[in-house]
């Protein structure tokens, strides 16, 4: 089966720079990806991570080592509004079932 | 482009009732899956639908079934409520090696 393991709760300052990791296991395994989710909102797509390396959109950036099966999300000049939960979430099998994290949840205080 | 949409946004509904929600993708996506989230808990993989197909299915019983027409859209069915259905019901649709974008959720209650 699959698994993946990201911190429960991480709290950064406003302004700052912070990165949540995230390990998994699973066979079959195409891509990785991160999700934003607010309280009571669905989740919104970030990233999407298919090759080893770094992916950089705007002030967030997502890395993939497919031979250490690690990937992180690195969140830039944190802002008031990016205290939500982060979702890592793995793509695997013929047909990429998508299997997700337990979530990050990030603070940023000022 | 809209993106995913989904209805009803709220739903409230007794054990035992059989209940149908409702998907239609971005537009240019032709593959749809649902998620049940429970409250402070990551999406769990529920089914996907590929030409009107479902194609996987994660661990969930057979009360829950859904469709995919011809325009891409789709339907989750839960038949015989239970208490534990509570949740945000979410829908993702993606094509062939991209991310999966998610609709805003359906929240059904069981009471």
């Known amino acids: 089966g699959q698994s993946l393991e990201q911190p429960s709760e991480v709290t950064a300052v406003e302004g700052a720079i912070v990165q949540i990791n995230c390990t998994y296991q699973t066979s079959g395994f195409y891509g990785l990806s991160w999700y934003q989710q607010h309280d009571g909102g669905a989740p919104t797509f970030l990233s999407y991570?298919?090759?080893?390396g770094l992916e950089e959109t705007g002030r967030f950036s997502s890395f993939l080592s497919r031979s250490d099966s690690y990937g992180y999300l690195l969140l830039q000049e944190l802002q008031m509004k990016d205290s939500a939960s982060y979702f890592c979430?793995?793509?695997?099998?013929?047909?990429?079932?998508?299997?997700f994290g337990t979530g990050t949840k990030l603070q940023v205080i000022p | 482009d809209a993106g995913v949409t989904q209805s009803p946004t709220h739903l409230i509904k007794t054990r035992g009732q059989q209940v149908t929600l409702r998907c239609s993708p971005k537009s240019g996506h032709d593959t749809v899956s649902w998620y049940q989230q429970a409250l402070g808990q990551g999406p769990q993989f529920i089914f996907q639908?590929?030409?009107?197909?479902?194609?996987q299915r994660g661990n969930f019983p057979d009360r829950f079934s859904g469709h995919q027409f011809p325009n891409y859209s789709s339907e989750l069915n839960v038949n015989a409520l239970l208490l534990g259905d509570s949740a945000l019901y979410l829908c993702?649709?993606?094509?062939?090696?991209?991310?999966?974008?998610f609709g805003p959720g359906t929240r059904l209650t069981v009471l």
């Open positions: 991570n298919a090759l080893d």
């Open positions: 993702a649709s993606s094509s062939t090696g991209e991310g999966q974008f």
């Open positions: 979430a793995v793509y695997s099998g013929g047909y990429q079932k998508v299997t």
């Open positions: 639908y590929y030409e009107e197909e479902e194609r």
